[in-house]
């Protein structure tokens, strides 16, 4: 009779530290690891990646993990360099303001393709999630780099978030099914060491092509490059899965009867439940209806009490009150979009929350405005205003890189995420009171320092965390929820940032503005390359001395919110279990860094290395 995984044999934590002392903390008594995703079975993706690693040599494994780091470094310096002129880009509309709705339009693709994406790699295959995210990226690089209009240009956010989302998900996906829990966090912070160069370079290509060129083809370039830099992994994913498919062929699928017309049915149908097609539609309905209005009120007539505004909000709240009971139906949801099992899980919820309030008080003190408040306010260069706020994500990639050695050989993560929580709040409450006029530059930079800190301390481990609650069936879908979470928060805090922003900015130009000037305000207010100009209004102006103030008030406001919603990260996080990751299996198969081939698996792997690729 053939063995049934249970979550017993998932678990198998000893409670027993090496030490031989115990104080039961490394261990979850309510069993609390859920086996699949909701269906009580293996989905074909899964499957061929285990095959896949069942054959991996060891340079292969090296060659998949260079490409994986070509593809991040390639990303990390485009995000850097189109963040650098994302202002001048949404200026040349008149829309400045509208920095808010890009982002909030990110933030809802980013958080709703996760999901999807995981889905896809899960039931196609990695390889061709890979190839799906690479097309959406390019579609979204040439639809920006052509655009005419804002309207077209924040569109192109759609393709363009699905494919960069998409391809985060999938490089963690990926990391997740090559290592073990030991090594995993350390190897998760790979896409993200680019930034210990692209943050300074980045700004510094940005204003050269804002100097020399156009801020389109800042965009347009990269639908040259990353399909190139692709092939390393492309490659070595489709030798290895045709390498394992030749060693072991997949049993064979046969037609069904009925005709073409009744196969085709059983194909769609196969595809909207194995995708829960239906669960997707309705978590990015229900989140595009309630972020992206929250940004456009001041752009709409009427604003909060235009019938449109209410109407979209109301609908968005209805499909997002749906979206639990449509997951929770087995007729309708048999392989749910986010797997229900996963929310008995203590230390999943906590890990989500915190990535959630994480990216939400990231999206009120450092993005999307801290840039251009340099500009205006602080009076910096476009490299130097690029340099400045980038030193978050610096920062916070050297404290992931240390902490993940750190967790690599005390095998805990809990003492992190708690600890880089305190630092976090700390560095938001330095912003308030050095994020002012007359600050130094060397101020500014230093509470970006300690909020990076505490940022590093924060994602990576609590994404382990996240993880380490999962099987490897669920591996994909826990990271995908615990991404699409972030990036939620990140979305909910670009459109408070948005409201916030479009109210205040503009009427206390009006109430500031001298009377010569006050019919230039909305000028102002839509081009920052107007709100910054020294020599149109200079310093100890009235009219810059009004501008100013007007950005530093409105500044203020958002930062005193973000460290009002700081504070529960540190209560969060007690809530995590404190694993102890070496006695924590997932149930992953075949080869992975840190980790051993199980007893059963050694014949075909041996088999592998004596093939020929």
């Known amino acids: 009779m053939e063995h049934k995984t249970t979550t017993d044999d998932l678990l198998d934590v000893s409670k027993t530290p090496s030490n031989g002392v115990t104080d039961g903390s490394d261990v979850a008594p309510d069993r609390e690891r859920p086996v699949s995703d909701g269906s009580g079975e293996t989905q074909e993706g899964v499957k061929r990646i285990e095959a896949i690693s069942m054959v991996w040599s060891k340079w292969g494994l090296i060659a998949a993990y260079f490409g994986i780091f070509l593809m991040a470094f390639t990303t990390s310096l485009e995000g850097q360099v189109t963040y650098s002129v994302v202002a001048f880009a949404t200026s040349s509309f008149s829309s400045h303001s509208l920095i808010a709705t890009v982002y909030v339009i990110q933030g809802v693709v980013n958080a709703v393709i996760k999901p999807p994406m995981a889905k896809i790699a899960d039931v196609f295959g990695r390889l061709e999630a890979f190839i799906i995210c690479i097309f959406l990226y390019v579609l979204g690089y040439i639809q920006m780099a052509a655009s005419g209009?804002?309207?077209t240009f924040a569109a192109a956010q759609i393709f363009y978030s699905a494919g960069s989302t998409g391809l985060q998900i999938l490089q963690q996906v990926f990391i997740a099914d090559t290592s073990n829990l030991e090594n995993r966090a350390l190897l998760s912070s790979i896409p993200d060491v680019p930034f210990l160069a692209t943050?300074?370079?980045?700004?510094?290509?940005?204003?050269?092509?804002?100097?020399?060129?156009?801020?389109?083809?800042?965009?347009?370039?990269?639908?040259?490059?990353?399909?190139?830099?692709?092939?390393?992994?492309?490659?070595?994913?489709?030798?290895?899965?045709?390498?394992?498919?030749?060693?072991?062929p997949p049993p064979e699928k046969h037609i069904s009867e009925g005709g073409p017309l009744t196969a085709v049915k059983k194909v769609v149908a196969n595809i909207w439940y194995s995708l829960d097609i239906g669960g997707i539609l309705l978590l990015s309905a229900s989140f595009s209806l309630i972020l992206i209005p929250l940004t456009l009120t001041k752009t709409t007539p009427g604003g909060w009490q235009s019938p449109t505004i209410i109407a979209l909000i109301v609908v968005g709240g209805v499909l997002l009150v749906a979206f639990p009971f449509w997951e929770s139906s087995k007729k309708l949801a048999p392989h749910p979009l986010i797997p229900l099992e996963l929310l008995k899980s203590r230390t999943f919820c906590a890990g989500c929350a915190i990535g959630f309030f994480y990216f939400l008080v990231f999206y009120l003190s450092v993005q999307p405005y801290f840039y251009s408040y340099l500009l205006v306010v602080q009076h910096q260069s476009v490299p130097a205003a690029g340099h400045i706020t980038q030193t978050f994500s610096f920062t916070s990639t050297v404290t992931s890189i240390v902490v993940s050695l750190l967790i690599k050989y005390t095998r805990h993560y809990k003492y992190f995420v708690t600890s880089g929580s305190l630092i976090y709040l700390l560095g938001v409450g330095l912003m308030i009171r050095y994020r002012t006029e007359d600050t130094t530059t060397g101020s500014l930079v230093g509470t970006q320092i300690a909020?990076?800190?505490?940022?590093?301390?924060?994602?990576?481990?609590?994404?382990?965390?996240?993880?380490?609650?999962?099987?490897?069936?669920?591996?994909?879908?826990?990271?995908?929820?615990?991404?699409?979470?972030?990036?939620?928060?990140?979305?909910?805090?670009?459109?408070?940032?948005?409201?916030?922003?479009?109210?205040?900015?503009?009427?206390?130009?009006?109430?500031?503005?001298?009377?010569?000037?006050?019919?230039?305000?909305?000028?102002?207010?839509?081009?920052?390359?107007?709100?910054?100009?020294?020599?149109?209004?200079?310093?100890?102006?009235?009219?810059?001395?009004?501008?100013?103030?007007?950005?530093?008030?409105?500044?203020?406001?958002?930062?005193?919110?973000?460290?009002?919603?700081?504070?529960?990260?540190?209560?969060?996080?007690?809530?995590?279990?404190?694993?102890?990751?070496?006695?924590?299996?997932?149930?992953?198969?075949?080869?992975?860094?840190?980790?051993?081939?199980?007893?059963?698996?050694?014949?075909?792997?041996?088999?592998?290395?004596?093939?020929?690729?």
Not at 223 to 234: D, M, R
Request: hydrophobic share 50%.
């Open 199 to 248: 943050v300074w370079i980045g700004p510094i290509i940005g204003a050269a092509f804002i100097a020399t060129s156009s801020w389109r083809w800042a965009y347009g370039i990269w639908a040259i490059i990353l399909p190139l830099v692709f092939l390393p992994l492309a490659l070595t994913l489709f030798l290895n899965g045709r390498r394992a498919k030749r060693l072991a």
């Open 451 to 613: 909020v990076g800190i505490g940022g590093g301390m924060l994602n990576v481990p609590a994404q382990l965390g996240v993880q380490a609650s999962a099987s490897h069936q669920q591996v994909a879908a826990a990271t995908a929820v615990f991404l699409t979470i972030v990036e939620i928060g990140g979305a909910v805090g670009a459109a408070i940032s948005g409201a916030v922003w479009t109210q205040n900015i503009p009427s206390k130009l009006s109430e500031y503005l001298p009377a010569d000037v006050a019919s230039q305000a909305h000028t102002i207010f839509g081009d920052v390359t107007v709100a910054s100009n020294y020599t149109l209004y200079p310093a100890g102006s009235p009219a810059r001395i009004a501008i100013n103030r007007s950005y530093q008030e409105t500044m203020h406001t958002l930062l005193i919110i973000a460290i009002s919603l700081c504070a529960p990260l540190v209560l969060i996080s007690l809530l995590m279990r404190n694993y102890k990751l070496d006695a924590v299996k997932q149930g992953v198969k075949g080869k992975v860094i840190g980790g051993n081939v199980g007893e059963n698996e050694k014949e075909l792997v041996e088999k592998s290395q004596t093939g020929v690729m």
């Open 149 to 151: 209009n804002v309207q």
